[in-house]
């Protein structure tokens, strides 16, 4: 069972009454009910009593029982109770549960102190480090998770720092160690694995945001995520967006700026409309959503099974997936054309291409605002160095800003936008 199983249900009642005193909204919890054709109450028959909840151990034996009839399920604090009982019974019976930041302030300390099954919940805020699932199979989850409230989805954030890939797991981990609910940014790694680098490992990614991470340096791969040596992950249900893969060299040697599958690696990317990813605004030279390495000796490849995913076109074509044959894309879906709730995230702001690019000494950073509030831009060196920055309110429309890089040496630069909703980057190079 896992976080986002846990629901907070209702609590027996005979059901000849239309109430009970202390309890809400008339809840029944049904194994419970006392169910006239059977002729006697069912809570006779297991010795159980009306409006409690009981909690049992691995082994079936009753260690807890309370009445649950005083909590009300729309209560944010009863709920959190409710979790965290569960939770704390959990780790008295079985694998423990590390909180952050309630027990560890950085979640690799968290990491280190765990053990194979633990659970790691992570409050809500910006975690500014690069993970490493080290040995362990466990899980990571974002404390939104929970099930509570889906608007603060996204409110957990690993920030890279673009000091190498935010989540490493390269240690032999199988689908037992999960990566869930988190907002995974500004990797940067010169070969593979801008986000997240998996490694002869298997784990489980489920339901993250997958976005502005960057691979390549003189070639690379896998902006969003690098799927490498034998390694069989689960990748479900995340947004992959605005992940690319770029470098110095003039070569076509930068692939998959989404996803990159090495060859004999063979990962299941979605499977269901429900746990299908979302790709698009991916770059590469090759691939720019998903890209499979396919060698000189590779024959008979098995397809990797991808279906239900979203791209901006269905079926993809060459230029966003490659080589389209090894991928088995049935049932994908276009995202313009999905009638619920909107899928990719909504923005206050659009960041258009930086021009010219290269450029020397005078940049321009056009921005069109699509909802008025404060912007932080801001110029990064690849160190991650601060070298410019400007905080201001803009109104509807189309703005500019003027970078002027005189004094500072020729490279690479990462230009950041964010607003209160929204962030952006891209990436610009200064020649001299």
């Known amino acids: 069972m896992g976080i986002n199983d846990v629901k907070m249900i209702g609590v027996g009642k005979d059901e000849y009454n239309s109430s009970l005193s202390g309890m809400i909204d008339q809840n029944i919890l049904p194994w419970v009910e006392d169910i006239e054709g059977q002729g006697y109450p069912v809570w006779e028959d297991y010795n159980a009593v009306q409006r409690s909840t009981y909690f049992l151990d691995r082994q079936g034996e009753l260690i807890y029982q309370f009445n649950i009839t005083t909590l009300d399920p729309d209560s944010e604090n009863d709920y959190s109770y409710f979790i965290n009982l569960i939770l704390d019974y959990r780790s008295d019976n079985g694998p423990g549960v ?11 300390d968290a990491i280190d102190n765990a053990n194979d099954g633990d659970l790691i919940l992570v409050e809500p805020g910006i975690y500014t480090e690069q993970i490493n699932f080290l040995d362990k199979n466990i899980s990571l989850v974002a404390l939104p998770y929970s099930g509570y409230d889906d608007n603060v989805v996204g409110s957990v954030i690993l920030d890279g720092g673009e000091q190498g890939p935010v989540v490493t797991i390269n240690n032999g981990q199988d689908q037992s160690s999960i990566l869930l609910g988190f907002q995974i940014q500004n990797g940067n790694n010169q070969n593979y694995g801008g986000g997240i680098l ?4 298997s784990p489980t990614i489920d339901r993250n945001t997958i976005t502005n991470n960057a691979a390549g340096s003189c070639g690379g791969g896998g902006g969003g995520i690098a799927i490498l040596g034998s390694s069989y992950p689960h990748i479900f249900g995340n947004q992959i967006y605005n992940n690319y893969v770029s470098g110095d060299c003039d070569c076509i040697c930068y692939f998959g700026g989404g996803v990159y599958v090495d ?9 269901s409309f429900s746990i299908g990813n979302i790709l698009y605004d991916n770059d590469a030279d090759i691939g720019n959503d998903l890209f499979r390495h396919t060698s000189s000796n590779s024959i008979n490849l098995t397809q990797i099974y991808a279906h239900h995913n979203f791209f901006q076109e269905c079926p993809p074509d060459s230029f966003d997936v490659y080589p389209l044959d090894d991928w088995d894309l049935s049932n994908c879906h276009d995202i313009e054309n999905v009638n619920s709730d909107p899928i990719i995230p909504s923005t206050s702001f659009h960041l258009s291409p930086i021009y010219p690019n290269p450029f020397n000494p005078i940049a321009t950073i056009p921005i069109s605002i699509l909802e008025p509030g404060f912007i932080d831009v801001s110029v990064h060196n690849v160190k991650g160095k601060l070298v410019e920055s400007w905080n201001t309110f803009l109104d509807l429309g189309n703005h500019t800003f003027i970078w002027n890089a005189k004094g500072l040496p020729s490279g690479i630069y990462f230009i950041k936008v964010k607003s209160k909703q929204s962030y952006a980057s891209q990436k610009a190079i200064l020649l001299k």
């Open 263 to 271: 060859s004999i690696a063979l990962p299941i990317v979605g499977g």
């Open 198 to 201: 998996i490694e002869n490992s």
């Open 98 to 108: 590390l909180r952050v930041t309630e027990d560890y302030t950085l979640i690799q």
